[in-house]
């Protein structure tokens, strides 16, 4: 099926095992954890297979340190279920809630990014959360009595109003804590050696699965910063693509930032074309399951080394089936990932 060479496997060495090559003498391929902490991307055609061979990293990951799944569509639990059984399964509910984090500047900057803020809407925000904030459940009130003169003010302040309401709505606001409490890292310490799920679609508006995958990054690194976890911790988002809009994206920063925190993200979409060049040269693994679009199977080629016709392969893989390009391997590999 493919011109692919698999002589060397110098990845054989690795400890997350991801298969075992296609092409004959099979052999195994495996990965090294450290190489996670530098980035990962899984693309792939929607029914390809990435969110499985996701959760079958994840599993083994979590020998090495913490594992959060940002769970877009709330499948993790069956696929996991099908790999090792074992995660634990974090949903945000009124007794459960999504603690915030410590800095109003990073609050700041999430409600710019997810609610797309012009800078007249930013500037009254500021204006309104400068004082700190005790509770979400306060900033709608807060933006409503902020008293404005000025007409464009005005129009700023009720559109600012109605972007708001979205996400905090009688029903999310009440899934929000006020301010970072040890409840998380308390769950994060105890979810070591198994994945720990953090399901987005208790969420039905995107917006507000959004915010809450980027409040939870937006933790993971202040608890690293500041030392309330010492674990490694690699941090996989499901359907990326969803999350990664805009152009001051949160998670594009984190991941030419966060190596030194010893935090790797892992990207899973079925858009590489979408991908900024930033963040596919941020990526240390590329894990490519099957691709139709052209636009995607050239950025992706571009991407991964030199001498193997990956341009040809692409299309024509099945299920399951990738090409794999990490630094420990000589050159791609074509891999039967092996969930059973
Ligand atoms: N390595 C594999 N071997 C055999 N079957 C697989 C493998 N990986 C995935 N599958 C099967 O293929 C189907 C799609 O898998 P999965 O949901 O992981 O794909 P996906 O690329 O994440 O899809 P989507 O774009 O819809 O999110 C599932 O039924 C799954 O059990
Ligand atoms: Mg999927």
Redesign the pocket.
Known sequence: MSKLRVTTLAGNDGDIRI?VTINRPQREVRLRHSDFLRHCIIV??????????AGVIASQLSKFGIVIILDW?G?FPQ?LD?ISHKYTHYRASEHSKIPVPSRIESIINILEEVLDLTPPQSYILRRVLKGGLTSFKEVLHAVDEFEVTARWMIESKYALLRKLGTLFSDQYVNYLGSTYERGLVDMLKRSSRKPMVVDLSVFEEYGARKFMALLVLRLLEEFKSQHLITDKVFVIV??SHNILTSSKSLLERMMAEVRKLNIGITL?T?SPALLSYRIISNSNIKII?ALKSRDDVDVITRSVGSGVAVDKVLPRLG??EVVVDAPSLASPVLV?????
């Not at 792939?44 to 061979?53: L, Q, Y």
């Not at 039967?336 to 059973?340: E, G, H, I, S, T």
Request: net charge neutral; charged share 20%; hydrophobic share 20%.
């Open positions: 298969g792939g055609t929607t029914g390809s297979g990435k969110s499985t061979t569509y499948e696929i099908k499901d359907e899973i079925q399951h299920v399951g039967k990932v092996n969930y059973a």
